[in-house]
């Protein structure tokens, strides 16, 4: 993780009943604290001489960790199939590393991980030319919303080779053309899929796939001295994400679901990782990590139903448990699992099951989301 007054900005704030969130000072806040000297919660130097591969490490996630791991001072490849936002990402990384005196080295290889042969170019330049390969982290992924019945065989596709055939191609490579005989650790991101994943089922499938994926490859490769897991991050903001949902509010209608009452940060996904790859995780393997500050703990199933509560389409009002607030447009109900915000596309106020958490009341002024594919 990387310590700094980030994090305060993803505190909660209250006024009244009504969650805000300013999110043009965390923009500032986060450009100031990149200037800073960050740290980690790591020794320094703790991946001196280690090799690593990022895949989507040009933003978000992927570059949060791809930083990290070069503070800790391993020699890190980001790839990516957008060539443009990855020589952006790396630039950033660069000044970064200019502004505080560090001469970790980071290298760029545009890959497309749908592709068979980009994958093993990516894998066998990073080998020829570090020597070594000693972590791979499987961020590469995309997905848009959709309900299911509007999803095309191609869109389909496109999902599930990008996030489990594009993760399944990552991992035989670095296998066959290096770990198999000098070991390694592969750390694989997903998402918190496990109760359904509306308007996403193509990507919640798929990472669902790389999760199993995830626990045979352990069992495969654990003689060769390989590690294999995977992080499930729950609500986690960045720029990257929000400009994916093009809509900021989806952020303020999770929060309240959420037992931090906070959303989570790229660099808590980020230290992670580096705890699965480090020393200290020797004996872990095969294992899904879920960073989401307990929301998984939470059942939203009665929500998933079309209509937004129950099979007869009425909202939540049967259980007396304390409830929650959320409003939103999503075609025919239903809700991010994992905590995220449940919806109805009346924009009707539905009240969220949320066993333990005190009343709350619907927000004076509620925003509507819009989300097109």
Not at 62 to 71: D, H, M
Not at 270 to 293: H, K, N, Q, Y
Request: a positive charge.
């Amino acid at each position: 993780m990387i310590i700094s007054e980030k994090q305060k900005l993803y505190e909660t704030s209250e006024t009244g009943s009504n969650t805000t969130l300013n999110f043009d000072i965390q923009r500032r806040m986060a450009a100031h604290v990149r200037s800073k000297l960050c740290s980690s919660v790591f020794r320094c130097g703790l991946f001196k001489n280690k090799v690593a591969i990022v895949s989507g490490g040009g933003t978000g996630i992927g570059k949060a960790i791809a930083t990290e791991l070069l503070y800790l001072g391993c020699k890190v490849v980001i790839a990516s199939r957008n060539a443009k936002k990855l020589e952006a990402g790396a630039e950033e990384i660069r000044t970064w590393l200019r502004a505080n005196n560090h001469d970790s080295e980071l290298h760029i290889i545009p890959c497309n991980i749908r592709k068979e042969e980009e994958v093993q170019n990516l894998i066998s330049t990073t080998v020829k030319n570090h020597g070594q390969l000693d972590f791979l982290v499987n961020n590469g992924g995309g997905q848009f919303l959709s309900p299911a019945k509007d999803i095309q065989l191609k869109g389909w596709n496109a999902v599930i080779e990008t996030n489990l055939t594009g993760t399944f191609l990552m991992c035989r490579e670095a296998y066959n053309q290096w770990m198999k005989d000098h070991g390694g650790a592969i750390v694989n991101i997903i998402a918190d899929m496990w109760k359904g994943f509306p308007m996403l089922s193509h990507t919640g499938a798929a990472r669902a796939g790389v999760d199993n994926l995830t626990k045979s490859l352990s069992l495969e490769w654990v003689h060769s001295g390989v590690r294999v897991n995977s992080v499930a991050p729950g609500v986690v903001y960045s720029e990257t994400a929000a400009a994916n949902y093009k809509d900021k509010n989806v952020f303020e209608l999770a929060k309240p679901l959420l037992p931090y009452h906070r959303l989570g940060t790229v660099e808590e996904i980020s230290s992670a990782v580096c705890f699965l790859l480090s020393p200290g995780a020797r004996f872990i393997t095969g294992e899904t990590v879920r960073i989401d500050g307990g929301a998984s703990n939470y059942s939203c199933h009665t929500l998933q139903i079309p209509g937004g509560g129950t099979a007869t389409g009425e909202a939540v009002t049967a259980v007396p448990r304390v409830f929650a607030w959320a409003r939103g447009v999503i075609p025919g109900g239903g809700s991010f699992c994992g905590g995220g915000p449940s919806l109805n596309d009346r924009g009707a106020w539905l009240r969220l099951e949320c066993p333990g958490r005190p009343p709350a009341d619907p927000p004076p002024a509620p925003v509507w989301c819009r989300y097109r594919s």
